[in-house]
Structure formats: structure tokens, C-alpha cells
């Protein structure tokens, strides 16, 4: 088996600022992903990594950056956190495919004042 | 473009007795769908309960079944006893398999359900 782990679990930043999260996995994934979760709703889809140095946007990538680093590791960037605004966002990694299931990290809360 | 509606909100049901959480997607990329049901229980992290990527077939996982049913365009997650161990929040998810590099999940809102003695 494996692991996600992604840092911190919560993030608290000020209205502007710019913000990164990490996320590695021990899987020996192929493809790492980035979903942000707002409150009743499901997950969107912000950007993923097919295979290393690969950069996919997804259908919430305004407003956002991303660097696969390694193989292992996904970083997402939020360019300027809204004020008010709060979220979680998880990491996922899978083999390749679009059959492939995905294994999610436990998250980060991101809470701007 | 794609979308997926389930069971919107909070479900109560009783121990023992049956569960339909209704999933219907529409897709409108290119791509055969592939169906998913993923969920989280309390204190842990998202994780796949079943999957189906043939219209036709049944998955099945903790005793939950999930029809793939193409005309339909539904995947309804069914349970015939639920326990108090189900209580969880379910998500029915898309993807559309093009062979090409859109790996994207669509995911619907999540249904939470709570399984009461």
C-alpha cells in the first residue's frame, strides 16, 4: 500500500497573499491531481500531472498554479487567496487512465481572513 | 459539459432497512463513461467504494451495488440492510475513457448518510 500525505493540514492566510500546499505520495504514481471542495459541494477539478514534468489544467484553474516537482510530489499555489474565502483541497494520485482509481490525501483547510 | 446528480443532501434510514442513493450523469465530452462511487467515512479520507466501466454491469463492494445503466445514464447505489457502520458522506463520479489524456472526474455533490439504530 501507500500514502498521501499532503502540508500543511491547515492554512491560514490573509486577503492577497500568495500560498502554496504540497502534496507528495508513495505509490509510485504516474498521475497526481489537485481538487478543491467547497461546502456542499462536490470536488472540482484545479489541475493534474499526467506523468512528471506534465501540467494539465482542470476546470478550476483560474487563479491557480501548479509544479510537479518529481514524481512524487504536486504542489498547487493559490496566486492570490480571496478574502472570506475557505476551502478544502485534496491531492490525489492514480496509474494512468481515465479508468484508473484515485487515492486521495486527507486534505488542507484553507482559511483566508 | 459534464455533469453528475445525485441524492442531494442528508439521507436517514433506519438500520436493516434498504438504501437507493440516485446517481444520473451527462456527458457531453467525448469519451465512453466510466462510473464511480467513492466515499468518506467519518475521520477519514476519500476512497473508492466501486466502480463499473461497462454499461451493463453491476459492481459491487460492503455489500453496496451500482448499475452501470447506459440508457438511463444512471448508476443508483443501492444496499438492501444498511448498518450503523454506513454512515458516511457517498460521491458518484465520471470519467470519460478517450484514450487520449482527459483523466478528469466529475464528481457529484455528495450525499450524506446516516444510518440511525
Known amino acids: 500500500g501507500g500514502i498521501i500525505t499532503q502540508t500543511p493540514k491547515f492554512l491560514i492566510g490573509q486577503e492577497g497573499q500568495k500560498l502554496t500546499l504540497k502534496c507528495q505520495q508513495n505509490?509510485?504514481?504516474?498521475?497526481m491531481y489537485w481538487y478543491r471542495q467547497d461546502s456542499g459541494k462536490g470536488l472540482r477539478l484545479i489541475y493534474y500531472s499526467i506523468t512528471e514534468n506534465d501540467l494539465q489544467k482542470g476546470d478550476l484553474s483560474e487563479g491557480y498554479d501548479a509544479s510537479r516537482e518529481k514524481k512524487s510530489s504536486f504542489s498547487l499555489t493559490v496566486t492570490s487567496a480571496q478574502k472570506n474565502e475557505m476551502a478544502v483541497f485534496l491531492c490525489?494520485?492514480?496509474?494512468?487512465?481515465?479508468?484508473?482509481?484515485?487515492?486521495f490525501g486527507p486534505g488542507t483547510r484553507l482559511t483566508v481572513l | 459539459g459534464d455533469s453528475v446528480t445525485q441524492t442531494e443532501g442528508q439521507v436517514t434510514v433506519s438500520e436493516s432497512k434498504s438504501l437507493i442513493i440516485n446517481c444520473t450523469y451527462s456527458?457531453?465530452?467525448?469519451?465512453?463513461?466510466?462510473l464511480f462511487w467513492y466515499v468518506r467515512y467519518p475521520g477519514e479520507g476519500l476512497q473508492l467504494l466501486l466502480k463499473?466501466?461497462?454499461?451493463?454491469q453491476k459492481g459491487s463492494s460492503r455489500g453496496f451495488e451500482a448499475t452501470y445503466n447506459k440508457e438511463a445514464t444512471s448508476f443508483h447505489l443501492q444496499k438492501a440492510s444498511v448498518q450503523e457502520s454506513d454512515s458516511a458522506v457517498y460521491y458518484c463520479?465520471?470519467?470519460?475513457?478517450?484514450?487520449?489524456?482527459?483523466?478528469?472526474?466529475?464528481f457529484g455533490k455528495g450525499t450524506l448518510l446516516t444510518v440511525t439504530p
Open positions: 463499473v466501466i461497462t454499461a451493463g
Open positions: 463520479a465520471l470519467s470519460l475513457n478517450s484514450g487520449g489524456s482527459n483523466y478528469k472526474l466529475t
Open positions: 456527458a457531453t465530452s467525448i469519451g465512453y463513461p466510466n
Open positions: 490525489a494520485s492514480s496509474i494512468q487512465g481515465a479508468r484508473a482509481e484515485q487515492f
Open positions: 505509490f509510485n504514481h504516474d498521475t
